[in-house]
C-alpha cells in the first residue's frame, strides 16, 4: 500500500454520528445554524482570538479578508511571497489586485523583511506574508514595516493551526489571519476555513461577503457570494478539534524521529522555525545539495516513488514560475525562492505512520547519498 505525504484526520465514526445527530433532529444543514455557532465558539477559545469568522474553505476566507479590509484600488499592490500555494497568489489577482513579490528567507522560507521596504510604492495597499510549513513569519518586523507605511496586514496561516508566537496565538497577529480547514491539514473541517481579526469593525463586512450581502432578512445592503461552512462540516471540525492536540503529539514523535535518523548527513539541510513559536508538526520538509548529499532533489523524490512513497514537491514550482504567471513576472528577482523550491521535498507526516514506516523512508533516502 502507498504512504502518502499526509492522511486526513478523522475522529471515531461513533463521535461523528453523535456530533451531526442534532442536525437530523433540526433539519437546519446551513445558514449559521446552532452546530456552526458551537464551532465558531470553540475555535475562538482554542486559538484565543477575539473575532472569528468561519467559511467554506481558506481560499473564500482569503478572498473575502482583502475585501472585507477594503485594500482594493485601482492599480493596487500587495507585497506577498512566491513560495506558496498558489491559492494565496489567485486571492489577490482576483481582487483585481497586483502581486508583488518579495523574496524569502534562507532559514526557514518566510517572507524576508529586510526586502520588503525597497518593493514598496504609492500603490502599495497591503502586505500578505504567509507561515510556511507553520514557521511563524517575523511578525514584529512586518509589524512595524506596515505600521510606518500604514498597510493592512493580512497572513495566509493555512499551515499554522493551533500555532503561538511568545505565548500569543498566531491569529492576533496583523489586521487579519486566514486559517484552513481543508483535509489535508493537520486539523481540518473536511474542508473549511476562518479568518481571527482583532478589529470588531470588520465583523459586518465578513459576515455579509460570505452571505450574499444580507444584512437582515429584509435588508441586503452589501454585494456577496456565498461562502458558508455548512453544519456538518462544522460537526467534523468539532470532533476534530476535540482531538488535535493528541493528533499534534502523535507527529511530534513522526517528526523527532525523523530528526534522528536525518539530522547531520551531508547534504541534507534542515528549516530553521522561530525558536519563539510552537509547532504544529504539520509539514517534514527537507532541502537536498544535490553537490554535497550525491543525489538531487528530483532523484531522491523518483527513490521514493520507486518503493511507493508519495512525498511532495512543496512549493514547487515557485508562484512567479507557473504558467500562468510566468509571463508577468520574473523569478530572478526572487533567487532564494526559485533555489528552495527546485531542492526542497516535504516528507510523509501523519498521526497513523508508524515509525517503521519512517525508518523505510529514511533508509531510502540515506541509500540515495554518498
Given at each position: ?9 478523522l475522529?471515531?465514526i461513533?463521535?461523528y ?6 442536525i ?6 446551513t445558514?449559521?445554524?446552532?452546530v ?14 477575539p473575532y472569528?469568522?468561519?467559511?467554506v ?8 479578508a482583502i475585501?472585507?479590509?477594503?485594500v482594493?484600488?485601482?492599480h493596487g499592490e ?5 513560495f506558496?500555494?498558489v ?8 481582487n483585481?489586485l497586483?502581486?508583488?513579490f518579495?523574496?524569502i528567507k534562507?532559514?526557514?522560507y518566510?517572507l524576508?523583511?529586510a ?17 510556511v510549513?507553520?514557521?511563524?513569519c517575523?511578525?514584529e518586523?512586518?509589524?512595524e514595516?506596515?505600521?510606518?507605511h500604514?498597510?493592512k496586514?493580512i497572513?495566509d496561516?493555512a ?6 508566537y511568545?505565548?500569543?496565538g498566531v491569529?492576533?497577529f496583523?489586521?487579519?489571519?486566514m486559517?484552513s480547514f ?6 481540518n ?13 470588520y465583523?459586518?463586512?465578513l459576515?455579509?461577503l460570505k ?6 432578512p429584509?435588508i441586503?445592503?452589501?454585494i456577496?457570494?456565498?461562502a458558508k461552512?455548512?453544519?456538518f ?9 476535540r482531538?488535535v492536540e493528541?493528533c499534534?503529539r502523535k507527529r511530534?514523535?513522526?517528526?523527532d ?8 548527513v551531508p547534504g ?12 504544529n ?6 532541502v537536498?545539495?544535490?553537490?554535497e ?6 532523484e531522491v523524490?523518483?527513490s ?5 512513497i508519495?512525498?511532495?514537491k512543496y512549493?514547487y ?8 504567471y ?10 532564494v ?10 516528507l510523509?507526516i ?9 525508518d523505510?523512508?529514511?533508509d531510502?533516502?540515506l541509500?540515495c547519498?554518498r
Amino acid at each position: 500500500m502507498a504512504i502518502n505525504v499526509t492522511r486526513s484526520s478523522l475522529p471515531k465514526i461513533e463521535d461523528y454520528v453523535e456530533e451531526i445527530r442534532p442536525i437530523f433532529e433540526s433539519h437546519i444543514l446551513t445558514n449559521m445554524g446552532p452546530v456552526y455557532k458551537k464551532f465558531q465558539r470553540m475555535l475562538i477559545e482554542y486559538l484565543e482570538v477575539p473575532y472569528l469568522s468561519m467559511f467554506v474553505n481558506g481560499h473564500m476566507a482569503l478572498e473575502i479578508a482583502i475585501q472585507a479590509l477594503d485594500v482594493k484600488r485601482d492599480h493596487g499592490e500587495v507585497i506577498t511571497t512566491p513560495f506558496t500555494f498558489v491559492s494565496t497568489t489567485h486571492a489577490i489577482v482576483r481582487n483585481g489586485l497586483n502581486p508583488v513579490f518579495c523574496d524569502i528567507k534562507t532559514d526557514d522560507y518566510t517572507l524576508d523583511p529586510a526586502k520588503i521596504e525597497s518593493l514598496i510604492t504609492d500603490n502599495t495597499v497591503a502586505i500578505m506574508p504567509v507561515h510556511v510549513y507553520g514557521n511563524v513569519c517575523d511578525v514584529e518586523a512586518i509589524d512595524e514595516i506596515a505600521k510606518t507605511h500604514n498597510l493592512k496586514v493580512i497572513y495566509d496561516g493555512a499551515h499554522a493551526f493551533a500555532e503561538k508566537y511568545k505565548g500569543v496565538g498566531v491569529g492576533n497577529f496583523g489586521d487579519a489571519t486566514m486559517f484552513s480547514f481543508h483535509a489535508t491539514k493537520v486539523f481540518n473541517s473536511i474542508e473549511g476555513g476562518a479568518i481571527a481579526f482583532r478589529d470588531k469593525k470588520y465583523r459586518k463586512a465578513l459576515h455579509e461577503l460570505k452571505n450574499f450581502g444580507i444584512h437582515s432578512p429584509e435588508i441586503v445592503d452589501a454585494i456577496g457570494g456565498n461562502a458558508k461552512l455548512d453544519e456538518f462540516r462544522a460537526a467534523m471540525g468539532i470532533c476534530n478539534l476535540r482531538r488535535v492536540e493528541e493528533c499534534m503529539r502523535k507527529r511530534k514523535v513522526i517528526y523527532d524521529w525523523y530528526n534522528e535518523r536525518l539530522r547531520g548527513v551531508p547534504g541534507i539541510r534542515f528549516c530553521k522555525p522561530n525558536p519563539n513559536a510552537t509547532c504544529n508538526y504539520a509539514y517534514y520538509p527537507l532541502v537536498f545539495d544535490r553537490e554535497e548529499f550525491g543525489k538531487s532533489r528530483d532523484e531522491v523524490f523518483d527513490s521514493l516513488l520507486q518503493h511507493g512513497i508519495n512525498a511532495r514537491k512543496y512549493f514547487y514550482p515557485a508562484v512567479n514560475e507557473l504558467a500562468v504567471y510566468r509571463n508577468v513576472y520574473n523569478s530572478t528577482n526572487t533567487p532564494v525562492a526559485h533555489d528552495i523550491s527546485l531542492n526542497i521535498i516535504t516528507l510523509p507526516i501523519y498521526e497513523e505512520l508508524s515509525l517503521e514506516e519512517v525508518d523505510m523512508i529514511c533508509d531510502i533516502i540515506l541509500s540515495c547519498g554518498r
